[in-house]
């Protein structure tokens, strides 16, 4: 395989009731023991970029050593744009060679909303490439209690089917108790209302903000009809203590915090990819 477009095997992650990741990366180690976990699970993986990275001098040879290390790897990949904030986020995203964006307009008001994903839809079929795009908002960890705990931001089921007829998105980011990097509290999730959602359109559902939750949690998420899960913070977070204890060993070699952080990744995507049934579908 090579780099692709992630939809398709979204769709029968759908249809066959298990969910695809999608992994943040900030480094080559990063990048690294998410391609050897993805490989020896013989699973699909989306390899994501946040929106931010798009503005760092590195961001083109970043996104292409993603690419180069796709074009060789023997399962599906797909370079994915994380929360693009603007049209022309997505746009340099389409011109740095990624297969798939999200556009996240969930802070702004629903026809706003709406307009700015359409464009960013219109743009992105014209090459071939899939939209993933965010209704209801799901918020910080930090503000849990104030927030996704007291269902502030959850996705109106009336809303989705309007939005999606609206914009002809490919994917949709539903809020639904969870929220993005650590929780301060347990995350809750409405999985009566995640069966609504399900119930009222036919497109794959992606949950963001997966760190934190247990994996009891994401299997009954996939069994009511999430077919993505987005995670970061416990890759990051892991692998930051793991580092920091590696560094307390006396004359602790240079390349040794490579290979830690590479291992890391390896062990907690392909933890991910086990829980969420992907693997052995690349």
């Given at each position: 395989?090579?780099?692709?477009?992630?939809?398709?095997?979204?769709?029968?992650a759908?249809?066959?009731?298990?969910?695809?990741?999608?992994?943040?990366?900030?480094?080559?180690y990063?990048?690294?023991?998410i391609?050897?976990?993805?490989?020896?699970k013989?699973?699909?993986?989306?390899v994501?970029?946040?929106?931010g990275?798009?503005?760092?001098?590195?961001?083109?040879?970043?996104?292409?050593?993603?690419?180069t290390?796709?074009?060789a790897?023997?399962?599906?990949?797909?370079?994915?744009?994380?929360?693009?904030?603007?049209?022309?986020?997505?746009?340099?995203?389409?011109?740095?060679?990624?297969?798939?964006?999200?556009?996240?307009?969930?802070?702004?008001p629903?026809?706003?909303?709406v307009?700015?994903?359409?464009?960013?839809?219109?743009?992105?079929?014209?090459?071939?490439?899939?939209?993933?795009?965010?209704l209801?908002?799901?918020?910080?960890?930090?503000?849990?209690?104030?927030?996704?705990?007291?269902?502030k931001?959850?996705?109106?089921?009336?809303?989705?089917?309007?939005?999606?007829?609206?914009?002809?998105?490919?994917?949709l980011a539903?809020?639904?108790?969870?929220a993005?990097?650590?929780?301060?509290?347990?995350?809750?999730?409405?999985?009566?209302?995640?069966?609504?959602?399900?119930?009222?359109?036919?497109?794959?559902?992606?949950?963001?903000?997966?760190?934190?939750?247990s994996?009891?949690?994401?299997?009954?998420?996939?069994?009511?009809?999430?077919?993505k899960?987005?995670v970061?913070?416990?890759?990051f977070?892991?692998?930051?203590?793991?580092?920091?204890?590696?560094?307390?060993?006396?004359?602790?070699?240079?390349?040794?915090?490579?290979?830690?952080?590479?291992?890391?990744?390896?062990?907690?995507?392909?933890?991910?990819?086990?829980?969420?049934?992907?693997?052995?579908?690349?």
């Open positions: 395989m090579s780099l692709v477009s992630i939809l398709p095997y979204l769709k029968r759908q249809h066959d009731h298990y969910a695809l990741p999608l992994f943040d990366t900030a480094d080559m990063s990048i690294d023991g391609f050897a976990a993805a490989e020896e013989h699973a699909p993986v989306m994501a970029v946040y929106a990275v798009l503005e760092q001098l590195n961001a083109r040879p970043f996104a292409a050593y993603i690419r290390r796709a074009e790897s023997p399962v599906p990949v797909s370079l994915i744009l994380d929360h693009g904030g603007s049209f022309e986020h997505c746009i340099k995203a389409m011109a740095l060679g990624f297969t798939d964006v999200m556009y996240d307009g969930s802070s702004l629903f026809e706003e909303n307009a700015n994903t359409r464009a960013v839809v219109r743009a992105a079929h014209a090459v071939g490439m899939a939209v993933e795009a965010e209801g908002h799901v918020g910080s960890g930090a503000e849990y209690q104030e927030f996704g705990a007291q269902r931001g959850f996705t109106n089921p009336d809303d989705v089917e309007r939005f999606v007829a609206a914009t002809d998105v490919d994917i539903v809020a639904i108790g969870t993005h990097g650590l929780y301060a509290g347990e995350p809750h999730l409405d999985l009566d209302l995640l069966r609504e959602i399900r119930s009222r359109v036919d497109i794959p559902l992606s949950l963001h903000g997966g760190s934190g939750c994996d009891q949690q994401f299997r009954d998420a996939i069994a009511a009809g999430i077919s899960v987005n970061a913070t416990d890759l977070v892991t692998t930051a203590r793991r580092l920091t204890e590696a560094a307390r060993a006396e004359d602790m070699p240079y390349f040794t915090f490579g290979k830690v952080a590479t291992t890391s990744f390896i062990e907690r995507c392909g933890h991910y990819l086990d829980v969420f049934g992907a693997t052995g579908n690349g």
